[in-house]
């Protein structure tokens, strides 16, 4: 018998396609976001008048409808002035150097593909030369949407605004304008003045959703979705009520919402009760941390731990002495049988394998070369999970101990300190080293 046969049967309420509960799904209207795209009607109307429209910028938080709304509004652009207005889309997350979105803008523009031109291999001052040229050879409108636009900025700086910028000025023919997507509030104070003076724009702010408002997007979507009656009006209020908490989310909302179906469907449940939607939350906030802890075997889990405690004691690095040492005090207290050193260190380089730690070997001149190793994330959380083991729950700590390391006898200064092996980690993870 195939395993998937019990799943082929109809559903007992779905009538409609739930791609309409996805985030890419593109909705013929925003409940509650009526002013926001009143207001950006309103400026790229400036297009249809014969004049230039403002550079905007979209704030708001994760699932606030920044890029679903700005994307409905350029639509209903294009389809009021065909002739007049060309759009380029363009992720800056994705597209995040000023290199890759000038390519992405000529390509965007040019209607014949042989015109495209390589990702690779132009110099830049020949894709902007090119690019303002084919601008100006379209008596056109052109509205560039840069999604994340602060992605760009963190990795680039405002220079690659700049030029951006500076190919809209240069292309006085066509009137081009920009309008940015970002969740930063202090965008603009993070810029260049001589960048955030070229702007000129006009901001709007997508306020987050209360669960009131949740609960309207969601039951606008379900519209044509279910069958009547099918969704528990407490389920609708449990999805809005989680969605409100995130900070006004309505994409983990419409999320729970769709798992929450999707779990009915499969285990044939006649109707989407509080209960699938608390399944479908525990699925969605799946503690990967915590499961990764949990699946541990035993002797690993008592590894970790001594990593934790020892890492307690002091932020600075630690080495494998140190956690082996530890390790044993903690089977000694718990009644277990300890692991040898190599097995141990074999242990650790699994953990780091699992994302719960970290390690560099340095060498340190006459002493040889030395593993530091450190926690990577809450110590305090790691041990709640580890102490749920019962096996570790009785575990009390009272002979963890760390070790006084590289202090030099003789008084001569040894080849590397403290700080500069912190300064070399921190190098080394890209993240600056807590300091007691």
Avoid at 148 to 159: A, R
Avoid at 177 to 190: K, M, Q, V, Y
Avoid at 245 to 251: C, I, N
Avoid at 398 to 412: C, T, V, Y
Wanted: charged share 25%; aromatic share 8%.
């Amino acid at each position: 018998m195939n395993l998937f046969s019990k799943y082929s049967t109809e559903s007992s309420f779905l009538t409609g396609d739930l791609e309409k509960l996805s985030s890419s799904y593109m909705p013929d209207s925003f409940p509650h976001r009526e002013s926001e795209i009143d207001h950006m009607v309103k400026v790229l109307s400036s297009i249809l008048r014969d004049m230039r429209p403002s550079n905007m910028l979209i704030y708001g938080k994760t699932g606030t409808g920044k890029t679903s709304t700005t994307s409905f509004v350029v639509s209903m652009l294009r389809e009021a002035a065909p002739e007049k207005v060309s759009v380029c889309y363009v992720n800056c997350q994705v597209y995040d150097s000023p290199y890759s979105i000038l390519v992405n803008m000529v390509n965007a523009i040019s209607s014949d593909e042989e015109d495209q031109i390589p990702p690779l291999g132009w110099p830049q001052d020949r894709i902007f030369t090119e690019l303002v040229s084919r601008i100006n050879s379209r008596r056109i409108y052109y509205v560039i949407v840069l999604d994340e636009v602060d992605k760009l900025i963190q990795k680039n700086g405002s220079d690659a605004l700049y030029v951006i910028l500076k190919v809209l000025d240069d292309s006085r023919l066509a009137r081009a304008s920009i309008i940015g997507i970002t969740n930063d509030a202090n965008f603009l104070e993070r810029l260049d003045p001589r960048v955030r003076s070229r702007m000129n724009q006009e901001s709007i702010m997508f306020s987050p959703y209360n669960a009131q408002q949740l609960k309207d997007i969601i039951s606008y979507r379900l519209k044509g979705l279910v069958k009547e009656g099918s969704i528990d009006e407490s389920a609708l209020n449990l999805c809005s009520a989680i969605g409100a908490q995130e900070h006004g989310d309505a994409r983990k909302a419409l999320d729970l919402m769709r798992i929450s179906i999707e779990i009915a469907v499969r285990e044939n449940r006649e109707k989407v009760t509080d209960k699938e939607v608390y399944e479908a939350r525990d699925r969605y906030e799946m503690n990967v941390v915590h499961a990764a802890i949990s699946s541990l075997p035993l002797q690993s889990k008592m590894v970790l731990l001594s990593s934790v405690v020892t890492q307690e004691l002091s932020k600075r690095l630690m080495i494998t002495g140190e956690i082996f040492e530890n390790y044993r005090n903690i089977c000694t207290e718990l009644g277990f049988i300890p692991l040898s050193s190599r097995r141990v260190s074999d242990i650790l380089s699994e953990l780091e394998e699992f994302g719960l730690l970290s390690s560099t070997t340095r060498s340190m001149g006459r002493y040889g070369r030395t593993r530091f190793i450190r926690v990577l994330g809450d110590t305090g959380q790691f041990k709640r999970y580890l102490m749920e083991d019962s096996n570790l729950s009785h575990f009390m700590g009272s002979r963890i101990s760390r070790q006084s390391r590289f202090e030099n006898l003789d008084g001569a200064q040894p080849e590397m300190t403290l700080d500069s092996l912190d300064k070399a980690f921190s190098d080394f993870s890209g993240s600056e080293p807590s300091r007691e």
